[in-house]
């Protein structure tokens, strides 16, 4: 049955489904918030705690991050107004080139309206067959991109015509052995390695050094998608120092600004050559649009705030080993890695859907990861703790957290 004003629809079976997904509670309302995204949100008129958010230290609500938003717009416009190859960027995006190049020691830098567009172009660029006039072109259709296996969807994505087990091929998640059995197999062909420092759902941190040793030997490139550790390690901080380190050797690196920078946008850095015909081959710096000018500007602002004051992550960061203990303490199964991600374990689809619905009835906006962000049945609170929570706030959830913990076992 089909509710649509296009029965033709009827056979996408779209109505069947929710209907299904809405009577397991598993189709849940989405947040829609009344207000500015904070630790404490309103949503259909009631404040909420929000432990969902990913924008880490809050940088939104600086004014002087807002004031630099307001005179960049008022300089440069709101938008671009086109693509980058037909209306170009402005200086912002100029400046916050050179920085992520500088930052991440690369020759060039491309930004991004997303991160994920940066992945969805790096992904094209490396296999595309092109040439403006018949000749002197490149074809990089013979490309094999070797993935780990819990590499971000949008790289899946972004792979989707390659063929699996051809030119698209997964290793086990951070495991050497199966990387190095997969390029003895492939010695020879035109590889690229993927991966990601810090994983999304699990919090895991990849063996960077083990990887790049591994890319060397084999003769492959190297592509580290670094969204979520991006100017939270590797800035001079202790944590992961040598994994960051090492990420100074990887050809490529994906960046994105929607979590340690905590405003939005992405970027791709790496040999100069390669970056300046991505300008034309990732498709994403034609067909769409880029970061708005006066986010590139702030983007930039936040950058030189954080390399000059490494202490404030660095406090975030001491502030989550605390939380990680205190979980713990109350018996939580969370990731192992200590990284600022932490994965707080349920389990059983179900009793995820109730856990959240109580979370909620007492004030907790909690985001609780299900398939396809993990397999299924595997359900877990995937905290992104943002700093502006106070310790009350912290405290209430650990409290909430365990009484949740005991009325429904997990
Ligand atoms: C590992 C990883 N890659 C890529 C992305 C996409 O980044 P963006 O949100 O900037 O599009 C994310 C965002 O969640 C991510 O976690």
């Given at each position: 049955m089909t509710r649509s004003a296009d029965p033709a629809l009827a056979r996408w079976g779209f109505s069947t489904w929710l209907d299904g997904a809405r009577g397991t509670g598993e189709f849940i309302k989405l947040p829609e918030l009344d207000d500015?995204?904070?630790?404490?949100?309103?949503?259909?008129?009631?404040?909420?705690?929000?432990?969902?958010?990913?924008?880490?230290?809050?940088?939104?609500?600086?004014?002087?991050?807002?004031?630099?938003?307001?005179?960049t717009a008022a300089n440069y416009g709101l938008v671009v107004g086109g693509s980058r190859i037909i209306q170009g960027v402005s200086r912002p995006h100029l400046e916050l080139e050179a920085l992520v190049a500088e930052i991440t020691g690369k020759e060039r830098a491309l930004t991004f309206a997303t991160g994920?567009?940066?992945?969805?172009?790096?992904?094209?660029?490396?296999?595309?067959?092109?040439?403006?006039?018949?000749?002197?072109?490149?074809?990089?259709?013979?490309?094999?991109?070797?993935?780990?296996?819990?590499?971000?969807?949008?790289?899946?994505?972004?792979?989707?015509?390659?063929?699996?087990?051809?030119n698209l091929i997964m290793f086990d998640h951070n495991d050497m052995t199966s990387l190095r059995s997969e390029l003895e197999r492939l010695e020879g062909r035109k590889i690229?390695?993927?991966?990601?420092?810090?994983?999304?759902?699990?919090?895991?941190?990849?063996?960077?050094?083990?990887?790049?040793?591994?890319?060397?030997?084999?003769?492959?490139?190297?592509f580290v998608d670094d969204a979520n550790g991006f100017m939270v390690y590797g800035n001079g901080g202790r944590r992961f120092a040598a994994q960051y380190e090492a990420l100074r050797r990887v050809t490529f690196q994906m960046v994105s600004f929607g979590k340690g920078v905590g405003l939005s946008g992405g970027a791709l850095a790496g040999p100069a050559d390669a970056l300046d015909a991505f300008r034309f081959l990732s498709g994403t710096t034609v067909f769409t649009t880029n970061i708005q000018p006066p986010t590139a500007g702030a983007i930039v602002h936040v950058l030189r705030r954080m390399r000059r004051d490494p202490s404030v992550m660095e406090h975030y960061l001491d502030r989550v080993d605390r939380v990680r203990e205190r979980l713990l303490r109350i018996g939580c199964t969370i990731n192992p890695t200590p990284t600022y991600i932490t994965s707080i374990l349920v389990?059983?689809?179900?009793?995820?859907?109730?856990?959240?619905?109580?979370?909620?009835?007492?004030?907790?906006?909690?985001?609780?990861?299900?398939?396809?962000?993990?397999?299924?049945?595997?359900?877990?609170?995937?905290?992104?703790?943002?700093?502006?929570?106070?310790?009350?706030?912290?405290?209430?959830?650990?409290?909430?957290?365990?009484?949740?913990?005991?009325?429904y076992g997990f």
């Open positions: 500015v995204n904070d630790a404490i949100v309103s949503m259909d008129g009631k404040k909420m705690v929000n432990f969902c958010g990913i924008g880490i230290l809050g940088w939104q609500h600086d004014p002087d991050v807002r004031t630099v938003f307001a005179e994920m567009l940066a992945n969805i172009g790096f992904v094209n660029a490396m296999s595309a067959r092109f040439s403006f006039n018949n000749d002197d072109g490149v074809d990089n259709t013979d490309t094999v991109l070797v993935l780990d296996r819990e590499c971000h969807w949008s790289m899946w994505k972004a792979a989707e015509r390659f063929k699996f087990g051809r690229v390695v993927g991966f990601e420092t810090v994983y999304s759902a699990d919090g895991s941190l990849a063996p960077v050094g083990e990887i790049l040793d591994l890319c060397e030997e084999f003769g492959a490139v190297s389990g059983a689809n179900d009793i995820a859907v109730r856990v959240r619905a109580e979370f909620i009835e007492r004030g907790y906006l909690v985001p609780m990861f299900g398939y396809p962000a993990v397999p299924k049945n595997r359900a877990v609170i995937r905290l992104m703790m943002n700093n502006r929570l106070s310790d009350e706030h912290v405290d209430g959830f650990v409290d909430t957290l365990a009484e949740l913990k005991q009325k």
